[in-house]
């Protein structure tokens, strides 16, 4: 790999079969669109991202190919999209079993040794009524020994998914070790798709990306502003020179329990990042357009008024709510990110739009906590911690407890972990 000495910034580029490159421009900006036209006809595609600390990805696996699949099980239903992608389609109690056609695809590229994170990318059309979906690679023509990753409900979302996966997701079979299916190509392999009650599921798989090591991030995240955020967790981060980030209701701003104006101020001239939580804290997915648009620029006013709006585009969706209409309203209203309350550690290249998190309610042991920041420690991506109520006992999911929260923020520090507000995650 060559980088320029102008470089200031760099685009992440996968290229067909095993490699990746990066490519550093002084003025990237000027070849956005023809890179971007570029990479769409690659076989593993990937976000194109613009930062200064690209990520490595090597391409395993591309689901793209006429006639590459099969359908393996009795139910299901396999078809090819336009850009040549395999789908998979299963309906209730229906599983789709798609497994690789042989002679069809080589295999010589799909090793997957000394690869620390894994991201599976597909494209999900109802994602309410996906249950699980499953990756698995065979050792053997007879798909006799295999491994699986396996993602269940509440890890998808509409549209492109960038699902990061690690060893600790790997389910090895009975006598064989991770070194077992790192010392040689994989054979075959199949997935799976299986969906719930509630209807069908249409999935394109797109490709299974080997992503290099490198240290993750950790945000500390609150909601709503509650009072202990300031009394509590303010108290416990500053000891360390740590910075959080609150998403910010105003029309709960002085209200009995929650933060007060000087109080948010006092935090973010810390360095804490105030988001946009919209201003009366209404679900998005239950408003017009319209509603949606005024939601979320009344409170970025309020934000840029007060002083507290640099990032004030940034949001975090009310109770989790947003809908394709929200999207829209986020692109054309020049809100730059967007967060859920889907769990899961976040993939640099996924949808900055559909963020995703980890929720600490009162069912997370610190030994959990600790477990998640291990991995990101290890193996990259961001952890988005977000917390409500930090208090002594922990009477609903809205709480999680001061010893808990006070272990997690020394082990933050005591493990070097690399902790950033939302400001950090602005490319």
Same mark, same amino acid.
């Given at each position: 790999?060559? /980088?320029? !000495?102008? #470089?200031?910034?760099?685009?992440?580029?996968?290229?067909?079969?095993?490699?990746?490159?990066?490519?550093?421009?002084?003025?990237?900006?000027?070849?956005?669109?023809?890179?971007?036209?570029?990479?769409?006809?690659?076989?593993?595609?990937?976000?194109?991202?613009?930062?200064?600390?690209?990520?490595?990805?090597?391409?395993?696996?591309? +689901?793209?190919?006429?006639?590459?699949?099969?359908?393996?099980?009795?139910?299901?239903?396999?078809?090819?999209?336009?850009?040549?992608?395999?789908?998979?389609?299963?309906?209730?109690?229906?599983?789709?079993?798609?497994?690789?056609? &042989?002679?069809?695809?080589?295999?010589? #590229?799909?090793?997957?040794? @000394?690869? $620390? /994170?894994?991201?599976?990318?597909?494209?999900?059309?109802?994602?309410?009524?996906?249950?699980?979906?499953?990756?698995?690679?065979?050792?053997?023509?007879?798909?006799?020994?295999?491994?699986? =990753?396996?993602?269940?409900?509440?890890? +998808?979302?509409?549209?492109?998914?960038?699902?990061?996966?690690?060893?600790?997701? =790997?389910?090895?079979?009975?006598?064989?070790?991770?070194?077992?299916?790192?010392?040689? $190509?994989?054979?075959?392999? @199949?997935?799976?798709?299986?969906?719930?009650? &509630?209807?069908?599921?249409?999935?394109?798989?797109?490709?299974?990306?080997?992503?290099?090591?490198?240290?993750?991030?950790?945000?500390?995240?609150?909601?709503?502003?509650?009072?202990? @955020?300031?009394?509590?967790?303010?108290? &416990?981060?500053?000891?360390?020179?740590?910075?959080?980030?609150?998403?910010?209701?105003?029309?709960?701003?002085?209200?009995?329990?929650?933060?007060?104006?000087?109080?948010?101020?006092?935090?973010?001239? &810390?360095?804490?990042?105030?988001?946009?939580?919209?201003?009366?804290?209404?679900?998005?997915?239950?408003?017009?357009?319209?509603? @949606?648009?005024?939601?979320?620029?009344?409170?970025?006013?309020?934000?840029?008024?007060?002083?507290?709006?640099?990032?004030?585009?940034?949001?975090?969706?009310?109770?989790?709510?947003?809908?394709?209409?929200?999207?829209?309203?986020?692109?054309?209203?020049?809100?730059?990110?967007? /967060?859920?309350? /889907?769990?899961?550690?976040?993939? $640099?290249?996924?949808?900055?739009?559909?963020?995703?998190?980890?929720?600490?309610? !009162?069912?997370?042991?610190?030994?959990?906590?600790?477990?998640?920041?291990?991995?990101?420690?290890?193996?990259?991506?961001?952890?988005? =911690?977000?917390?409500?109520?930090?208090?002594?006992?922990?009477?609903?999911?809205?709480?999680?407890?001061?010893?808990?929260?006070?272990?997690?923020?020394?082990?933050? =520090?005591?493990?070097?972990?690399?902790?950033?507000?939302?400001?950090?995650?602005?490319?």
């Amino acid at each position: 790999m060559i /980088r320029l !000495p102008l #470089s200031v910034d760099a685009l992440n580029l996968t290229e067909l079969g095993r490699y990746a490159f990066s490519i550093w421009s002084a003025r990237p900006e000027n070849h956005k669109k023809s890179m971007k036209a570029f990479l769409l006809d690659m076989a593993c595609p990937d976000d194109f991202i613009v930062k200064k600390d690209a990520v490595m990805t090597r391409c395993l696996l591309s +689901f793209r190919g006429a006639n590459a699949y099969k359908l393996q099980s009795a139910t299901g239903g396999i078809s090819y999209a336009n850009d040549g992608y395999v789908v998979a389609s299963a309906a209730p109690s229906a599983p789709c079993i798609l497994r690789m056609n &042989a002679g069809v695809v080589s295999s010589g #590229s799909f090793v997957m040794s @000394q690869a $620390p /994170r894994f991201v599976l990318t597909v494209d999900v059309d109802v994602p309410e009524h996906l249950a699980t979906l499953s990756v698995y690679v065979a050792l053997d023509a007879g798909f006799t020994v295999f491994g699986y =990753f396996k993602v269940s409900a509440g890890n +998808f979302i509409r549209g492109t998914n960038r699902i990061y996966l690690s060893w600790n997701d =790997f389910v090895l079979p009975a006598g064989k070790l991770r070194a077992d299916f790192e010392a040689v $190509p994989i054979v075959t392999w @199949q997935v799976r798709v299986d969906c719930n009650a &509630a209807g069908s599921v249409n999935v394109k798989f797109l490709s299974l990306n080997a992503v290099s090591a490198s240290k993750g991030s950790v945000l500390v995240g609150f909601d709503d502003g509650w009072l202990t @955020q300031y009394t509590a967790a303010y108290t &416990a981060m500053r000891m360390y020179g740590f910075r959080g980030t609150i998403a910010v209701t105003p029309s709960r701003v002085g209200e009995v329990n929650y933060c007060t104006l000087a109080q948010l101020k006092e935090m973010h001239g &810390a360095g804490w990042a105030m988001i946009n939580h919209t201003y009366n804290h209404v679900n998005l997915s239950t408003l017009l357009a319209v509603d @949606q648009f005024n939601e979320l620029t009344f409170c970025r006013d309020w934000l840029n008024n007060n002083g507290l709006g640099d990032c004030s585009s940034l949001v975090a969706y009310p109770n989790g709510g947003y809908d394709d209409a929200t999207l829209a309203v986020m692109r054309a209203g020049g809100f730059t990110m967007g /967060r859920t309350v /889907r769990e899961g550690v976040q993939s $640099p290249l996924a949808d900055k739009y559909q963020i995703k998190i980890v929720n600490l309610i !009162p069912s997370v042991t610190i030994d959990r906590a600790k477990a998640v920041v291990d991995d990101c420690n290890a193996n990259g991506g961001v952890v988005w =911690f977000l917390c409500h109520r930090i208090e002594a006992t922990e009477p609903s999911t809205m709480y999680w407890s001061v010893d808990k929260f006070n272990q997690l923020i020394d082990y933050l =520090f005591t493990s070097g972990a690399n902790v950033v507000t939302a400001a950090d995650l602005i490319v």
